[in-house]
């Protein structure tokens, strides 16, 4: 396999950028190694999400970056003591991706915190997981439950932001170490161009608060909001055939009516939690990379559209200078048989939301998780809509997530395998994708002359090229994607390709 030089990725302003200037799209995928748990022994076993992969096939479909997870349990399983076996098995991920051409940012993964064993949860190591008198209670209905009303879950993630001793150092002080010793084992790998420092931080017990005031404000926006039909209502309540259905009978105002209530406890928790968190853990990166991007979530409750308050990434006292929003967002009919029938209005308003944090902070973004598990393609029009809005707005994404099979199922083809512009020699101005015309348009503003060209991932054999400049197709092997390379000089260029309707 031929090695492909990798690009130094950095920010500037809200754009990605390489060394040669260029703009940069990242179009990805999460492939998270949670671990498979034992319960005849209490432990989890890690490694198995790679056994089938082949990284080839991930460049190949258009696919330039991957958000690699995997937990605090593995990396130190006992306080102080890390686990260099694992890091050498993400070490040859790294090399097999850097042979691809694919970027990597590392993900330290978390659901519920855990450490409570009996395999619900991921992420935390035992020795870490300190919930004083509660004990956990396995899910019933939704592996969630932990969130909405786990005293064990909640007390966990008190004593995390409390910063709760063991063996007379606090749980955050072993935290950002972990973090210290991954950077400095991982951070100068061609591959990794970043950090995501937690998955999805949730804020404790008051995150049960927050649960119990949303479910107040459905009830309540639903018993005396007028523009609530209570016979559409009670139609797709009692109407197996539409019952799938009863989600649309709320609206993106609708949603946020209901999560307005819980701002305030939502703010309070981003600012004097978890910014602190995210400042002295990005002070431990920084003493092993200056350079690398540090990626910062929203919160758990943020995914629903409540405002995230966190602010700029700040070190030594002074704004951190490559940092980037990582943010996840699901419909309120996510990973159900409702799927089909997902929110496209409900879906941009939260993420409209996102892009005021955006603005705010004035960084780059690469939307961390989005998506969902059906067995059909009717939600896939859910996805085509959230696509069309990385778009408009130039956000690169990391899909949530690799199974196997992926490659041979409909997703990939009607979804994920899209055009998109990986490097751009200038300033983007705007790109689409028309899935019925079959064609893909990019304008861009070039000030100077570019060493490097302009690349397009074409995702299925091209057509046409339309473009003021100098091009050529590069097939790709054993697939029929390639990519264009495009040269032009200064001034605003436009290209649109045509694809085979084949």
Not at 337 to 357: C, D, F, N, V
Request: hydrophobic share 35%; with cysteine.
């Amino acid at each position: 396999m031929v090695i492909i030089m990798m690009n130094t990725i950095s920010t500037s302003g809200k754009r990605f950028i390489d060394e040669f200037g260029r703009e940069r799209i990242f179009n990805g995928i999460n492939v998270c190694d949670k671990g498979v748990y034992e319960p005849e022994q209490d432990t989890r076993t890690y490694g198995h999400e790679w056994e089938k992969e082949l990284i080839t096939t991930f460049y190949n479909s258009g696919f330039n970056l991957i958000r690699l997870g995997f937990n605090w349990d593995i990396i130190e399983p006992q306080p102080g003591e890390y686990n260099g076996e694992y890091i050498e098995f993400l070490r040859g991920i790294l090399d097999r991706c850097e042979k691809a051409g694919i970027y990597v940012y590392l993900d330290m993964h978390q659901d519920l915190y855990s450490g409570f064993g009996n395999g619900n949860g991921d992420g935390a190591p035992k020795w870490a997981t300190l919930t004083d008198k509660y004990t956990y209670k396995r899910a019933k209905f939704v592996w969630a439950e932990g969130y909405f009303w786990g005293r064990a879950v909640h007390r966990a993630f008190d004593n995390f932001w409390d910063n709760k001793q063991v063996r007379g150092k606090g749980l955050q002080d072993y935290y950002a170490d972990m973090w210290k010793y991954v950077v400095n084992q991982l951070g100068e790998h061609p591959a990794v161009i970043g950090y995501d420092l937690m998955n999805e931080p949730f804020p404790g017990k008051s995150g049960g608060k927050v649960f119990r005031i949303l479910i107040r404000g459905l009830v309540t926006t639903t018993l005396f909001d007028k523009t609530i039909s209570k016979k559409e209502l009670l139609s797709c309540v009692f109407n197996k055939e539409k019952s799938l259905q009863i989600a649309n009978q709320y609206t993106a105002k609708h949603l946020r009516k209901v999560t307005s209530k819980a701002d305030a406890i939502m703010k309070k928790f981003d600012i004097e939690r978890y910014s602190p968190f995210i400042d002295k853990t990005s002070a431990a990166v920084r003493e092993e990379d200056k350079d690398g991007v540090i990626f910062i979530e929203n919160s758990y409750y943020s995914n629903l559209g409540i405002p995230c308050h966190a602010r700029e990434v700040t070190v030594d006292g002074k704004r951190d200078e490559s940092f980037a929003y990582a943010p996840h967002a699901y419909d309120l009919v996510a990973d159900t048989l409702s799927y089909k029938y997902a929110g496209t209005e409900r879906i941009e308003s939260i993420m409209k939301e996102q892009k005021r944090m955006q603005e705010r902070l004035l960084v780059p973004v690469v939307f961390g998780e989005w998506g969902g598990f059906q067995p059909d393609s009717e939600w896939y029009y859910h996805c085509h809509h959230i696509q069309s809005l990385f778009d408009k707005w130039h956000w690169s994404n990391t899909y949530w997530a690799y199974f196997d099979g992926l490659f041979d199922s409909p997703i990939m083809t009607e979804v994920l395998c899209r055009p998109y512009p990986r490097a751009v020699s200038g300033e983007i101005v705007d790109y689409r994708h028309d899935r019925q015309a079959d064609t893909f348009e990019l304008t861009y503003r070039q000030s100077r002359e570019f060493e490097a060209p302009t690349e397009i991932f074409a995702h299925k054999p091209v057509k046409s090229v339309e473009v003021d400049g100098e091009y050529e197709i590069k097939p790709l092997d054993g697939c029929d994607g390639s990519v264009v390379i495009i040269k032009t000089g200064t001034g605003t260029h436009s290209v649109k390709i045509k694809f085979c309707n084949e």
